[in-house]
């Protein structure tokens, strides 16, 4: 779906007013007299309310609407004639994307960020470079930022409005916090939340009454997704995106047998880096590291929807730790939450000052203790551009994506559960051990090797790796350790062909000085994301190694 005020006269575009439009298959369309109602994505059926009726609460109350009542996964437009007028808003979570930009000549507005990228021609003068420097730092910008300053994401539970000429006003209707329950009982709680989940799969299930494709990551969260999907009888055709000698495909597997379910072993090809150009394309808000997983589509089972554990390691405080329940700088605990420690990492005081101004707003008072400020973060900025934009959230829109920790009734339950539940996870634990012990039983899958792991066999692979780096570029001889080290957790040298590694200067990489020539298209922009992202991220892996 994409809404402008540029005339256009091709055959998908239609016109409405000053607006010029076109729909998206599954986009909505609704009109009352001088107003158009476009909307992309689904209410409950539970909630005994439709379209029709959302059209009516925003017309009449603009930006005080309350869409609480209006439970779903949403977004969407209401395009006013008189006024010349966009009123654009989303759901409580923000599970629809919109993207927006205006000046006094001319709006856009597009749940793509590819369609707003293919309108007009970009240049170095549009990137915005605190934005690009977030991206390098956490693998995506912050708050309401894209890499171009003039195009915003909605936030979660938001209604703005934007007329011809260039003047907005912008109203939340929920934000996110914890309210924890001074009678929070853990027994009834563990009742609650499972019944809340079996409640979330039922409203996937009326939406998509159908086979879904589950990924098994060999967590916690993808096994129980996977236990109360079957026991609404949704067929599940399950996969693993590992390789034969993978703990990951180790621990897959138990879950499966555990589940008696089929499950389907997909490798990532070495010729996965082939892939760029298309991975940036598809998903230019993506860290170009991921884009191995396009080499997996094609090998995914053929379902149109797909079942995740989204939100789940979230809600329920698997970042929350005990050093972390003290009173103090955000900005610390957040670059700590990310792993970039300032040993590893230099990052300019311009850069940190002016994410610690964006990140203010979270600490209203002295008393607000840093756990809170770093999950209200971590939601806001992390679930809506990172996650949602990730490569194995809907593989390049394969997929329509679902979760049940998604829905905001289990979001709004976890948020009342008070702390020390939530630290290291507990409560979550407790949940799994006691209403599922089959599951509770198989381990996780052990992460892959990061290089931020300060253990004994971080630093034992470290120095094979910077060996290996050595003995490349002395002499272009490729030592394989690809069955080692996941592709997740460290770049292999070996998938990267040897013109590609040698193609760049890494000397002139700056964090957010890069040079761009011409204009960004769909094709120069891959150039712009692979020197941004892959030869940054390289050269810091090289400096680190070297050390």
Not at 89 to 108: A, C, P, T, W
Not at 287 to 299: G, Q
Not at 365 to 386: D, G
Not at 439 to 449: N, Q
Request: one cysteine or more.
């Amino acid at each position: 779906m994409m809404i402008t005020t540029t005339d256009k006269k091709t055959g998908k575009w239609k016109q409405f007013g000053q607006f010029s439009y076109f729909k998206g298959p599954e986009t909505i369309e609704l009109k009352r007299a001088r107003k158009l109602m476009l909307l992309e994505g689904q209410l409950y059926p539970d909630i005994k309310l439709h379209p029709e009726d959302l059209f009516s609460e925003i017309s009449r109350k603009g930006l005080n609407s309350d869409l609480r009542i209006f439970k779903g996964r949403y977004c969407g437009c209401i395009i006013d004639k008189d006024k010349a007028e966009i009123t654009i808003f989303n759901d409580q979570l923000g599970l629809g994307d919109v993207y927006y930009m205006h000046s006094r000549k001319e709006i856009m507005i597009a749940t793509d960020f590819t369609q707003i990228l293919k309108e007009r021609l970009w240049g170095e003068k549009n990137l915005d470079k605190i934005a690009c420097a977030e991206m390098v730092l956490y693998e995506h910008s912050l708050l309401d930022r894209t890499f171009l300053k003039e195009v915003k994401i909605l936030p979660y539970a938001t209604i703005k409005t934007i007329r011809k000429g260039g003047a907005t006003k912008t109203k939340s209707f929920w934000r996110y916090g914890h309210a924890e329950d001074n009678d929070f009982d853990i027994k009834k709680a563990l009742i609650k939340l499972d019944s809340l989940m079996h409640k979330a799969m039922k409203r996937i299930k009326s939406m998509n009454n159908e086979a879904m494709s589950i990924g098994i990551s060999g967590g916690l969260d993808s096994r129980i997704v996977a236990r109360y999907a079957l026991t609404e009888n949704i067929p599940l055709r399950a996969f693993v995106i590992s390789h034969k000698g993978s703990d990951a495909f180790k621990i897959a597997k138990q879950i499966a047998k555990s589940l008696k379910i089929d499950l389907k072993l997909i490798a990532v090809r070495k010729q996965a880096w082939n892939r760029i150009e298309e991975h940036v394309a598809k998903k230019p808000l993506l860290n170009i590291l991921y884009s191995p997983y396009a080499s997996v589509t094609e090998d995914l089972p053929k379902t149109r929807s797909i079942l995740t554990g989204f939100n789940g390691d979230n809600i329920f405080g698997s970042h929350i730790k005990e050093g972390e329940l003290t009173e103090g700088d955000p900005v610390a605990h957040i670059r700590g939450r990310y792993e970039l420690k300032s040993k590893s990492v230099r990052i300019s005081d311009n850069l940190m000052s002016a994410v610690k101004k964006d990140l203010q707003h979270y600490n209203g008072s002295k008393k607000t203790v840093a756990w809170k400020t770093c999950e209200a973060f971590n939601f806001e900025n992390r679930q809506l551009h990172f996650i949602k934009n990730s490569a194995f959230f809907d593989y390049y829109g394969k997929y329509k994506t679902f979760s049940p920790f998604a829905d905001i009734d289990v979001v709004e339950f976890a948020l009342k559960i008070p702390v020390e539940h939530l630290q290291d996870s507990k409560f979550y634990n407790l949940f799994i051990q006691t209403l599922h012990p089959d599951l509770a039983k198989i381990r996780p899958e052990r992460k892959p090797y990061n290089l931020h792991d300060g253990s004994r066999l971080k630093q034992i692979k470290s120095s094979i790796l910077a060996l290996k780096w050595k003995v490349y570029n002395k002499t272009g001889i490729k030592i394989p350790l690809y069955p080692a080290i996941s592709f997740q957790g460290m770049l292999d040298w070996e998938m990267l062909s040897r013109d590609f590694l040698s193609s760049y200067d890494y000397s002139r990489t700056r964090i957010a000085g890069i040079d761009v020539t011409g204009s960004i298209n769909m094709r120069s922009l891959s150039e712009i994301r692979t020197r941004f992202h892959l030869i940054t991220e390289m050269e810091f892996i090289r400096r680190h190694l070297e050390k």
